[in-house]
């Protein structure tokens, strides 16, 4: 059974970093690209980041260019997302996705259950 | 950065209804795009790939259609159980979903 657990969500002030991690199982992790998708309190879904299945092709979404890192350590089943000078709109449910594919992304066939990070004062 | 155009944004049938959704790309993403249900409290779950192609598991009242820039999500006989938010997903550039439509009964 594939299982994505995220974890590291936590209340941050703004300006500060977070390093959100997901392990994966159930599944041969480094065949597949891996993404981040966000959701705000009450809003739609938004596409974060995605690495390819070796780490060797990694893409943000410009919102979060500059700021996060999305890497990858697969002799540890493990996808991170490095969170740099948080901002109050960075407040959401960060979810661990499985690409169906290895290099530059097609669609998510499996989902965490998030991890919510709250950047406040 | 290619946009997509989701519509509309929420609805409310009768169970039974047959129910439809578009989603437009700003341009031409050949058979690019997904479609997502999410519940209330609970994460996404693929239900159609690659516009057309159905999601192993998923119920044969779920269907979708379309290429290039207009693309279409169908409910033949809504059920209570599909209350939820329905999203597209382009692939062919840098991933990006629709805004989303929230469907409800009447």
């Known amino acids: 059974e594939v299982q994505l657990v995220e974890s590291g969500g936590v209340v941050v002030q703004p300006g500060g970093s977070l390093r959100l991690s997901c392990a994966a199982s159930?599944?041969?992790?480094?065949?597949?690209?891996m993404h981040w998708v966000r959701q705000a309190p009450g809003k739609g879904l938004e596409w974060v980041s995605l690495?390819?299945?070796?780490?060797?092709?990694?893409y943000y979404a410009d919102s979060v260019k500059g700021r996060f890192t999305i890497s990858r350590d697969n002799s540890k089943n493990s996808l991170y997302l490095q969170m740099n000078s948080l901002r109050a709109e960075d407040t959401a449910l960060y979810y661990c996705?499985?690409?169906?594919?290895?290099?530059?992304?097609?669609?998510?066939?499996?989902w965490g259950q998030g991890t919510l990070v709250t950047v406040s004062s | 950065d290619i946009q997509m155009t989701q519509s509309p944004s929420s609805l409310s049938a009768s169970v039974g209804d047959r129910v439809t959704i578009t989603c437009q790309a700003s341009?031409?993403?050949?058979?690019?795009l997904n479609w997502y249900q999410q519940k209330p409290g609970k994460a996404p779950k693929l239900l159609i790939y690659?516009?057309?192609n159905l999601e192993t598991g998923v119920p044969s009242r779920f269907s979708g259609s379309g290429s290039g820039t207009d693309f279409t999500f169908t409910i033949s006989s809504l059920q209570p159980e599909d209350i939820a938010t329905y999203y597209c997903?382009?692939?062919?550039?840098?991933?990006?979903f629709g805004g989303g439509t929230k469907v409800e009964i009447k």
């Open positions: 996705a499985k690409d169906a594919a290895y290099g530059s992304g097609s669609y998510y066939d499996y």
């Open positions: 997903q382009q692939y062919d550039n840098l991933p990006r």
């Open positions: 690495i390819s299945w070796d780490g060797g092709s990694t």
């Open positions: 690659d516009a057309s």
């Open positions: 341009q031409d993403i050949s058979n690019y």
């Open positions: 159930g599944f041969t992790f480094d065949d597949y690209a």
